[in-house]
C-alpha cells in the first residue's frame, strides 16, 4: 500500500514538473491522472508535507527566479509563463515569498531556490527507527548529505551551496554532524555547536518528517551531546509565507521564540529549547522579549546581518 501511495504521489510530482509554465490546480492534477482529488489531496499533503498548490506555486516561482537572473524576458513574459495572469499578481506573490520584488532580485543577479523537485523513496519506509541509529557523519556520507539538502532547501533560504558543502566538511572533520540513514539514503542530518547549543542545521527527508525525526535529533542532542544545554536555532519569522511549516514544528516540540534577527539578508527568529533537567523561565521574566500582542513573535531591536552561529 505504501509503495502504491508513493507511486501515485511522484506521478503527481512529475505532472506538476512537465506543466510548471501552466496555470495548475488540483482538479487539473487529479484529472490528468484519474484519480478523486480528496484521495490525491490526502495522500499528496501526507507524504511530500505540502499541498499539490503550495508545492506547484513554490515550482513555479522557484523556476521564475531563475529566469529572472539568466534570462533577458521581460517580466510580464515570466509572469504569464509561470502561470500568473497579470505581471501584479506575480509581483505580489513573488514578493511575499522571496522577500523583494523580481525587479530587486533581477538587480542582485544572485538566484536560489524555494523549492526544487522532490523525489520520493519508493521502497517501505522504516517505523521503528530511534535516536541510537543517529551517527556522526562521515566524508563519505557528503554527497547523500548533500542530496537531502537540496530536497528540503525549503527550510534554508538564501543557502549557497558552495559556500555550504565546503563547510559541512569542517563539520565533519569536527564531529559536529550527525545523520540518520534509512538503508542507503540520508533521510536527516544535523549540524550543530557544542560551544554555542546551537543547531546550525537540520534537513529531514519529505516522506519521514511525520514520523517524529525531528525529535529524535532533538533527544540525541539533549541526552547525549549537548546535557543540561539550551538548545538554539533559528527558522522564519511568523507571518511569512515562504514558511513549510518548520516554525510550527519547532514550537510544538516545546521551543520559545526569542529575538528578530536578519541573516544574510533574510528575516528570521531565534528559538530557544531549555535543558531537559531545567525548568522554562515563569511567565514575566524580565529576561523574556518583549511581548508584541502578535501570536507567536516577539520583539528585539537586534538585527544582524550575519547569523549569529549558523555556518552551514
Same mark, same amino acid.
Given at each position: 500500500?505504501?509503495?502504491?501511495?508513493?507511486?501515485?504521489?511522484?506521478?503527481?510530482?512529475?505532472y506538476?514538473e512537465?506543466?510548471?509554465?501552466?496555470?495548475?490546480?488540483?482538479?487539473?492534477?487529479?484529472?490528468?491522472?484519474?484519480?478523486?482529488?480528496?484521495?490525491l489531496?490526502?495522500?499528496?499533503?501526507?507524504?511530500?508535507d505540502?499541498?499539490?498548490?503550495?508545492?506547484?506555486?513554490?515550482?513555479?516561482l522557484?523556476?521564475?527566479?531563475?529566469?529572472?537572473?539568466?534570462?533577458?524576458?521581460?517580466?510580464?513574459?515570466?509572469?504569464?509563463i509561470?502561470?500568473?495572469?497579470?505581471?501584479?499578481?506575480?509581483t505580489?506573490?513573488?514578493?511575499a515569498?522571496?522577500?523583494?520584488?523580481?525587479?530587486?532580485?533581477?538587480?542582485?543577479?544572485?538566484?536560489?531556490?524555494?523549492?526544487?523537485?522532490?523525489?520520493?523513496?519508493?521502497?517501505?519506509?522504516?517505523?521503528?527507527?530511534?535516536?541510537?541509529?543517529?551517527?556522526?557523519?562521515t566524508?563519505?556520507?557528503?554527497?547523500?548529505?548533500?542530496?537531502?539538502?537540496?530536497?528540503?532547501?525549503?527550510?534554508?533560504?538564501?543557502?549557497?551551496?558552495g559556500?555550504?558543502?565546503?563547510?559541512?566538511?569542517?563539520?565533519?572533520?569536527d564531529?559536529?554532524?550527525?545523520?540518520?540513514?534509512d538503508?542507503?539514503?540520508?533521510?536527516?542530518?544535523?549540524?550543530?555547536?557544542?560551544?554555542? *547549543?546551537?543547531?546550525?542545521?537540520?534537513?529531514?527527508?519529505?516522506? $519521514? /518528517?511525520? %514520523? @517524529?525525526i525531528?525529535?529524535?535529533? !532533538?533527544?540525541?542532542?539533549?541526552?547525549?551531546l549537548?546535557?543540561?544545554?539550551?538548545?538554539?536555532?533559528?527558522?522564519?519569522?511568523? *507571518?511569512?509565507?515562504?514558511?513549510?511549516?518548520?516554525?510550527?514544528? $519547532? /514550537?510544538? %516540540? @516545546?521551543?520559545?521564540?526569542?529575538? !528578530?534577527?536578519?541573516?544574510?539578508?533574510?528575516?528570521?527568529?531565534?528559538?530557544?529549547?531549555?535543558?531537559?533537567?531545567?525548568?522554562?523561565?515563569?511567565?514575566?521574566?524580565?529576561?523574556?522579549?518583549?511581548?508584541?500582542?502578535?501570536? @507567536?513573535?516577539?520583539?528585539?531591536?537586534?538585527?544582524?546581518?550575519?547569523?549569529?552561529?549558523?555556518?552551514?
Open positions: 500500500m505504501q509503495g502504491q501511495t508513493v507511486r501515485i504521489v511522484s506521478q503527481a510530482i512529475r506538476i512537465e506543466h510548471l509554465h501552466e496555470k495548475m490546480d488540483l482538479d487539473m492534477v487529479a484529472s490528468s491522472l484519474h484519480y478523486s482529488k480528496y484521495h489531496h490526502r495522500i499528496f499533503t501526507k507524504t511530500v505540502l499541498t499539490i498548490h503550495d508545492y506547484a506555486k513554490r515550482r513555479q522557484t523556476e521564475a527566479a531563475k529566469l529572472l537572473v539568466f534570462s533577458a524576458k521581460p517580466i510580464i513574459e515570466i509572469a504569464l509561470s502561470g500568473y495572469e497579470s505581471q501584479q499578481a506575480f505580489d506573490i513573488f514578493k515569498m522571496y522577500k523583494t520584488s523580481p525587479a530587486e532580485f533581477r538587480e542582485t543577479e544572485n538566484f536560489y531556490p524555494l523549492q526544487l523537485e522532490i523525489y520520493l523513496k519508493e521502497e517501505l519506509v522504516k517505523m521503528d527507527l530511534t535516536k541510537d541509529n543517529i551517527k556522526f557523519a566524508p563519505e556520507d557528503a554527497d547523500d548529505w548533500m542530496e537531502l539538502v537540496s530536497l528540503t532547501i525549503d527550510g534554508y533560504p538564501c543557502l549557497d551551496k559556500d555550504y558543502t565546503a563547510n559541512l566538511h569542517r563539520y565533519i572533520a564531529k559536529k554532524a550527525l545523520i540518520l540513514r538503508d542507503n539514503m540520508a533521510i536527516g542530518v544535523m549540524g550543530f555547536s557544542p560551544d554555542t *547549543g546551537s543547531i546550525d542545521f537540520l534537513a529531514v527527508h519529505p516522506q $519521514y /518528517r511525520h %514520523l @517524529g525531528t525529535k529524535l535529533f !532533538l533527544d540525541k542532542l539533549a541526552d547525549e549537548l546535557y543540561g544545554k539550551e538548545i538554539t536555532l533559528t527558522t522564519y519569522r511568523a *507571518g511569512d509565507k515562504a514558511d513549510t511549516g518548520w516554525r510550527e514544528e $519547532y /514550537r510544538r %516540540l @516545546g521551543f520559545a521564540e526569542r529575538e !528578530l534577527l536578519v541573516e544574510y539578508g533574510y528575516p528570521t527568529q531565534r528559538f530557544v529549547l531549555p535543558p531537559k533537567n531545567k525548568e522554562e523561565p515563569p511567565f514575566g521574566d524580565t529576561s523574556m522579549p518583549e511581548n508584541t500582542g502578535r501570536k @507567536g513573535e516577539t520583539r528585539n531591536d537586534r538585527n544582524t546581518e550575519k547569523p549569529v552561529s549558523r555556518e552551514l
